[in-house]
Nanobody, 120 residues
C-alpha cells in the first residue's frame, strides 16, 4: 500500500514563506513524476507544480517565479518552497505521485492534503 503524507502547511502572513514536504511510503520501486495541486474553497483542484524523475519541472503561471518544486528520489520525497505568498494562495495543497511502480501495480496516488492559509 503506497501512502503520501504531506507536512508543512499552516498560517502565514502575505509576503511570507512556507515549505511543504511530502513523503511517499510503502513498497515503491520507482516514481515517474511528483507534484503539488491545490484546491481553494468553491474551486476545482488545480495544478501548482510537477517534477519528473529527471528533475524537469512545470509550474502553474501564478506559481512561476515564487514557488520552487524539488524532489529527493532516494527518499521518495517532494518539496514545495513557496515564497511571496498571497491571499490567493490559500488552499488545501495535495501531494501527487504519478507513475508509481509498486508491487503488482503501476498507478497514481494522492496525499490527504495540508491547509495553507495566507492572512494578515
Amino acid at each position: 500500500q503506497v501512502q503520501l503524507v504531506e507536512s508543512g502547511g499552516g498560517l502565514v502572513q502575505p509576503g511570507g514563506s512556507l515549505r511543504l514536504s511530502c513523503a511517499a511510503s510503502g513498497i515503491i520501486f520507482s516514481i515517474d513524476a511528483m507534484g503539488w495541486y491545490r484546491q481553494a474553497p468553491g474551486k476545482q483542484r488545480e495544478l501548482v507544480a510537477t517534477i519528473s524523475r529527471g528533475g524537469g519541472t512545470n509550474y502553474e503561471d501564478s506559481a512561476q517565479g515564487r514557488f520552487t518544486i524539488s524532489r529527493d528520489n532516494a527518499k521518495n520525497m517532494v518539496y514545495l518552497q513557496m515564497n511571496s505568498l498571497q491571499r490567493e494562495d490559500t488552499a488545501v495543497y495535495y501531494c501527487w505521485a504519478g507513475g508509481v511502480y509498486t508491487t503488482g501495480k503501476y498507478g497514481n496516488y494522492w496525499g490527504q492534503g495540508t491547509q495553507v492559509t495566507v492572512s494578515p
